[in-house]
């Protein structure tokens, strides 16, 4: 194969391979943007996941996902963990980041304002894939560290080894790819 055809929600979309290392790679899945994915996916991560105080997500790629999901919920806002802290954000809260999608450590961080608003509240963690769930961790010590409950976890795709979690919502399994020629790979049982 030299790309990855994936059906959610009766959408269509071509995705090209990533290499993680000279052996394996990832089929690269960016909803950020896609507004017919988004909307023919979120009815049905709401069905899944339920009544919630508010929703979660990391930016950026979650972003437009956790805008619809939070507009068919009835909630007025959802929050968003910042990569970077903003000269407007007092009372900051953070946790640490590795990602495969992203090169090295990264930093989460909460405004103070969103904390108070989700303290004591029952959030969803909402992201586009979950794949080593390094991402989701650091949401879930973020919450932690603001004072929220996450009740429910979220993604329109499971990669790799995520799928057999118990812990987490999801649309559709999304395979690890192994490398068998010149931009030619397999998926990995």
């Known amino acids: 194969m030299k790309d990855y055809k994936i059906e959610l929600c009766g959408v269509e979309r071509t995705l090209p391979f990533i290499p993680i290392n000279d052996t394996t790679a ?3 899945f960016v909803v950020l943007g896609d507004t017919e994915l988004v909307t023919a996916c979120a009815p049905e991560l709401v069905k899944r996941i339920g009544q919630v105080d508010a929703v979660v997500t990391a930016e950026a790629k979650g972003i ?3 805008y619809e999901i939070s507009r068919l919920l009835g909630l007025k806002e959802f929050i968003v963990a910042r990569k970077s802290t903003k000269t407007y954000m007092k009372n900051v809260v953070s946790a640490s980041v590795h990602s495969i999608t992203t090169a090295g450590e990264q930093h ?5 304002v969103d904390a108070d608003k989700i303290r004591g509240k029952q959030v969803c963690l909402l992201d586009d894939v979950i794949s080593t769930g390094e991402s989701l961790h650091a949401l879930e010590v973020l919450m ?11 993604a329109i795709l499971a990669e790799g080894d995520a799928a057999s979690r118990d812990d987490i919502i999801f649309l559709q399994k999304l395979p690890l790819f192994r490398k068998t020629g010149e931009a030619e790979y397999e998926m990995m049982e």
């Open 144 to 154: 932690e560290n603001a004072g929220a409950s996450v009740v429910k976890k979220a």
């Open 108 to 112: 989460l961080y909460l405004d103070g």
């Open 64 to 66: 437009a996902l956790a």
């Open 26 to 28: 990832f089929a690269s």
